[in-house]
């Protein structure tokens, strides 16, 4: 398993089980937030290698644990990748705004092609 630490911030409990057996098969260990305001503490206290984020989420979305993110000094440079279903070109500009890694659409991009991915963001083997 990988030294980096992810953080899957992710309401839907069957999408945080497709990724996360994703990431384990690729030998990447991933830490879930179930909501936003547990992904914000979550950053806070753990400052996770990298942030892999909803952005369709009840009670605090993404767009606001993003802003919460770079709004903290000891946050702000985290990577944050966004892995939503939501195509909306006024939230990709306003999240690309805010220093996203990348925007990912869920029903476009497979798990593994995801963990992948996120090999080659950290630099991992």
Sequence with gaps: MSSKKILLVEDDPD??????EAFQLAGLSVEVARNGEEGIKKVKKELPDL????????????IEVLEAIRGNPRTKKIPVLILTNLVR??????????GIVDYLVKTNFEPYQLAKKIKHLLKIK
């Design 89 to 98: 070109d006024d939230v990709k500009i306003k999240v690309r705004k805010l």
């Design 15 to 20: 999408q945080i089980a497709l990724y996360k």
């Design 51 to 62: 942030v892999i984020l909803d952005i369709v989420m009840e009670e605090v979305n993404g």
